[in-house]
């Protein structure tokens, strides 16, 4: 089992839908972070958070640690929103990046 | 100018070949790391280095080594290539405490036949 598993691994929305990815880790964690891949290939991060909420723009991650779980949210989605999404967490010990697979999001108008 | 840029950004080249990809950062990072992608897999960390003086392997390091020239510079080298070795590759930077977020590449596309 991946120590850090995302769903969906794919996911297609209509413009303006609320998009929900989910990601769950199964080790000891100091931070998650969320990033966004354009097809380009090009990785930006998009969050970096260790409880609670943040919001930015139309994108809010939200993590739960008692429960090992984290959720991006985007609302009001826009084509431009496709790419990959990828959960990662930062190790406890050691401060390495273990990653998800990703969530490839398209989003139609 | 990006701060993190990657040399080549595409490669193809033949089983056995040596190949050295490049990675340089503006950002005054100490800490850098190559990572590479395959699909449908995460990232997945090759090597990283803390400071120049700092070399460490990461869990998939078997087939590469690194070198890491200056505080700004860290290259990846396969010294004979093979096609699984086919992938995307990231090189990423970061600061170390408390700023752990890290900055990656552009990524180079190598395909080895």
């Known amino acids: 089992k991946n120590e850090v598993e995302q769903s969906p691994q794919n996911l297609t929305a209509q413009e303006g839908e609320f998009i929900t990815i989910n990601c769950s880790y199964s080790v000891g964690i100091s931070a998650l972070h969320w990033l966004q891949q354009h097809p380009g290939g090009g990785i930006v991060s998009l969050f970096m958070l260790s409880s609670g909420k943040k919001k930015h723009g139309r994108l809010i991650a939200t993590i739960n640690i008692q429960e090992k779980h984290s959720s991006l949210h985007i609302t009001a989605s826009h084509p431009r929103d496709s790419a990959v999404y990828i959960c990662?967490?930062?190790?406890?010990?050691?401060?390495?990046?273990?990653f998800g697979a990703g969530t490839i999001l398209r989003v139609k108008s | 100018d990006a701060d993190v840029t990657q040399t080549p950004r595409n490669r193809i080249t033949k089983t056995g070949k040596r190949i050295m990809l490049e990675c340089s950062q503006t950002k005054g990072h100490d800490r850098m790391y190559w990572y590479r992608q395959d699909p449908g897999l995460g990232l997945r960390l090759i090597y990283y280095s803390f400071d120049v003086k700092d070399i460490n392997k990461g869990e998939i390091s078997d087939g590469y080594s690194v070198s890491r020239q200056a505080q700004a510079k860290f290259s990846l080298s396969l010294e004979s290539a093979i096609p699984n070795q086919t992938a995307l590759y990231f090189c990423?930077?970061?600061?170390?405490?408390?700023?752990?977020?890290?900055?990656f590449g552009p990524g180079t596309r190598l395909t080895v036949t």
């Open positions: 990423a930077t970061s600061q170390g405490f408390p700023d752990y977020e890290q900055y």
């Open positions: 990662a967490v930062r190790l406890e010990y050691g401060n390495k990046l273990v």
